[in-house]
């Protein structure tokens, strides 16, 4: 199984994939882990990024597809993955094509998890992250509270709003979104790959998933 996950930030891909990784064996790939983890270890990559990631904007594509071709290739992303978060421009899809090409994998479908900004600005506005870099457990305010008002129910760290989650940077976030990102819904559409669900519940989509995945 080799999907891709697209929606808006905050439209719930990362749920859905952790759903489906309960029921199908492959490599859950989220650039936003992946470049998060490289601005937390201090490396080349994640400096690059970081100037773009504080203000809500894309990183430049050399540098996610370098690292993606470089992920993509490892063993537990051969027998299967689910990317999160990438592509984010139709240059990136055509990057990834290649590189799928190269390493004779054929993509499952795209996933297009369709939710309305409103409830994005609440999902995200509503989001606490654990500043533990270990755990970073993720927390909602209206939806899943911790059991203590701004400490990790799993480490004790204190809960943070994160720089990129702040109602200026998420504005931009899906003001780029919609700029860049949404004409991948037309691109993948017009090769056949797109499968279009709501995304207010995570099940639906789990199961109209499986359902792809037996035809």
Sequence with gaps: MYLILLGAPGAGKGTVAKKLLTAVDAAHISTGDILRGNVAAGTELGRQAKSFMDT??????????????????????????????????????????????????????????????????????????????????????????PKQEDVCDLCGGKLIVREDETEQVVKQRLDVYDKNTSPLIAYYEAKGHLHRFPGESSDVIFDGVMELLKG
């Design 56 to 145: 809500g904007g894309l990183v430049p594509d050399e540098l996610i597809l370098d690292m993606m071709k470089e992920r993509l290739a490892e063993d537990d992303a051969q027998k299967g993955f689910i990317l999160d978060g990438f592509p984010r421009t139709v240059p990136q899809a055509e990057g990834l094509g290649a590189i799928l090409e190269e390493l004779d994998i054929e993509l499952t479908g795209v996933i297009n998890i369709e939710v309305p900004e409103q409830v994005i600005l609440e999902r995200i506005l509503s989001r606490r992250t654990c500043s533990n870099t270990d755990c970073q457990a993720i927390y909602n305010v209206k939806f899943k509270p």
